[in-house]
């Protein structure tokens, strides 16, 4: 069943926070699986909005540890041209944050971490250059460390995000 909070949220990150203007290029970026239904629901905006393109870069929950645990320094070195040409030519980066497992790194070597880090930053730089945003997505490691369950999490989460904020200024006008 399709969660309408999350069709407000994402309206309110367009419609707020970037600002999509028809023909702009928006890259889309999920890390941790509890981000597809968000990708999803930003996808069919940024269709429905009239983006030019949008480009999805998903990252499962497990992936920076498989590259941590097994890249060789060829690897760990190998700079992406294509991403940064794409960053160039972006628009709007909105990135949705959903991890379960907190020291799922914990057994990689910090320094192959920073080095991947480092030889990546020209990217980061770039996209931090355009309109974006990043937000964290309510999973069951977020809702543990807060001592609430799931659902009690998503409730606190999307009170916080979707609030009418000038509905509530007036009132306290």
């Avoid at 040409?85 to 379960?100: M, N």
């Avoid at 914990?106 to 990546?120: E, H, T, V, Y």
């Avoid at 606190?156 to 306290?172: E, G, N, V």
Wanted: charged residues 25%; glycine residues 6%.
């Amino acid at each position: 069943m399709k969660d309408q909070r999350i069709e407000n949220l994402i309206s309110l990150i367009f419609n707020y926070s970037v600002g999509l203007v028809p023909g702009e290029i928006v890259l889309l970026k999920g890390i941790g699986d509890g981000s597809v239904p968000y990708l999803k629901e930003a996808y069919r905006q940024c269709i429905l909005r009239g983006a030019k393109y949008t480009e999805i870069d998903f990252v499962w929950s497990e992936e920076s540890e498989v590259f941590g645990l097994f890249a060789n320094n060829e690897q760990t070195d190998y700079f992406p041209n294509h991403k940064l040409d794409f960053a160039k030519k972006c628009d709007i980066l909105i990135s949705f944050f959903a991890t379960d497992n907190f020291v799922h790194l914990a057994n990689i070597d910090p320094k192959n971490g920073l080095k991947r880090k480092s030889s990546l930053q020209p990217i980061r730089k770039e996209l931090l250059k355009k309109r974006w945003v990043l937000t964290e997505i309510p999973t069951h490691g977020l809702a543990q460390n807060a001592k609430m369950s799931l659902s009690e999490f998503e409730d606190f989460y999307f009170s916080a995000c979707i609030t009418d904020y000038k509905k509530m200024s007036a009132a306290q006008n």
